[in-house]
């Protein structure tokens, strides 16, 4: 299994995931029975590994290259968030909270401002830079409710949570202290970012449904679209032509994360203008979060193949 998950890009993350998700469609609720198991094995350990591999993969960043890391991945992800604002709210503007095609405004922004944090790393352990993979926690940002609840709720005037980006620099940053006073400390406790990689593929796929998901195949196709054919290529050639850089990075941060399927609801809960669109922009962010598993880890190792860049021959080990 282990051969096989390696041989995948994203193999880590993406096939735990499907495992989890077809299980949680046809026999949902079966490790919610409290105790260990459903701590391990359901949703509800997803903060924890996250918090666990941000703070690992944060050891690994020193100081020193603080530089190069906002130069690539705090421009690209500035960009990410502008960007993301300027179409969110001029689609609010222009075709109001319910859009158009059945594409709701909840839907587009959420399906713009969120990275899967978890997939980004595995595809940069794969095929691109140590620093690169210590910007994990920076690419984590974009994996909690704070950016779509701000874009969407612009003109409502709502205040939001800033904590949920605390919440994120706090490990970061332990980390990243950690890492710089024992230069040891990332060599120990890296084996640890594949086996978190791994439950948390599996934390993801519980809270997937596939029946949920492909109630909106045609509005998640023209997302998934977006993404990978206006998006993804305006990243790209900012990476290429402006910051001097391959482009990887600019395709494994094309994607959904699995965290972000309630946060339609969360959104709704402060804007209730918003609720009736609760239903449709959560099957089409699950969609995506689908799409996105199977068809970045694909982008990604063909645009390293067309570079000659060989995936790596990663070890889990401890």
């Not at 495992?19 to 409290?34: C, D, K, R, V, Y």
């Amino acid at each position: 299994m282990l051969k096989f998950m390696k041989k995948v890009p994203g193999g880590l993350l993406l096939v735990p995931m499907v495992i989890s998700a077809l299980i949680n469609t046809f026999f949902p609720g079966l490790f919610e029975i409290g105790g260990l198991t459903e701590s391990l094995f359901t949703g509800k350990s997803s903060n924890t590994l996250l918090a666990l591999i941000c703070f690992i993969a944060s050891t690994g960043l020193r100081v020193r290259d603080l530089g190069k890391l906002f130069k690539k991945q705090g421009v690209l992800l500035l960009f990410k968030a502008f960007l993301s604002f300027l179409i969110g709210f001029a689609y609010l503007q222009i075709f109001g909270a319910s859009g158009i095609l059945g594409i709701s405004a909840l839907s587009i922004i959420i399906a713009m401002t969120s990275i899967n944090p978890t997939l980004y790393l595995t595809l940069v352990e794969d095929y691109g830079t140590h620093v690169d993979e210590a910007a994990f926690g920076l690419i984590s940002l974009f994996s909690v409710p704070a950016l779509p609840m701000f874009i969407y709720g612009a003109s409502q005037g709502i205040r939001i949570d800033w904590m949920d980006i605390v919440s994120i620099i706090i490990p970061t940053a332990i980390g990243i202290l950690v890492g710089n006073l024992d230069n040891e400390m990332y060599e120990f406790t890296k084996p640890g970012i594949g086996i978190a990689t791994i439950f948390l593929g599996w934390a993801s796929g519980s809270i997937i449904d596939f029946k949920l998901a492909f109630k909106s195949l045609p509005q998640g196709l023209i997302l998934a679209v977006f993404l990978y054919f206006i998006l993804m290529p305006t990243f790209i050639a900012l990476e290429k032509y402006v910051l001097k850089y391959n482009g990887i990075v600019s395709v494994a941060i094309t994607s959904v994360a699995g965290v972000s399927i309630p946060f339609a609801k969360i959104i709704a809960d402060l804007i209730p203008e918003a609720k009736e669109y609760v239903s449709s922009a959560t099957s089409q962010i699950v969609l995506l979060v689908i799409i996105t598993s199977v068809l970045t880890p694909y982008f990604t190792g063909r645009r390293a193949k067309k570079l000659g860049i060989e995936q790596k021959d990663l070890k889990l080990h401890v």
